[in-house]
């Protein structure tokens, strides 16, 4: 398994509140984010490269309150998701060699 991109940040269109049950506020998928009526005005804002979210840890002292290290998105978390998708994968490996039945139910199972 290898990971060829970096990746990248989806955000909100709105801030987080934790009351609301505005879809668009929880949830940052473009099929939610685009029925939102400031999507078109803030498309730009909605993703993020990793770079862009390494300096927003940085410039908002955020790596610093959180001993976080200033490459830490490149270092510690790109390392992290790897390690994560690489131990999902391996979790559901027994599911590919089977028919594809099985396999919807064991990722469903997974992944719910």
């Not at 993703?47 to 390494?54: A, E, K, L, R």
Request: hydrophobic share 30%; proline share 1%.
């Amino acid at each position: 398994m290898f990971s060829f991109h970096n990746g990248y940040l989806r955000l909100a269109v709105n801030a987080y509140d934790s009351t609301s049950s505005d879809l668009s506020t929880h949830l940052t998928n473009q099929y939610v984010q685009k029925k939102h009526p400031n999507y078109h005005s803030s498309k730009n804002d909605t993703v993020w490269s990793m770079q862009q979210f390494q300096d927003y840890l940085n410039n908002e002292k955020i790596s610093e309150q959180h001993n976080l290290g200033e490459d830490w998105v490149f270092s510690t978390l790109k390392e992290r998701m790897k390690d994560l998708a690489y131990k999902v994968f391996r979790s559901a490996q027994t599911c590919f060699n089977s028919k594809s039945r099985i396999i919807l139910t064991c990722m469903d199972s997974i992944l719910c």
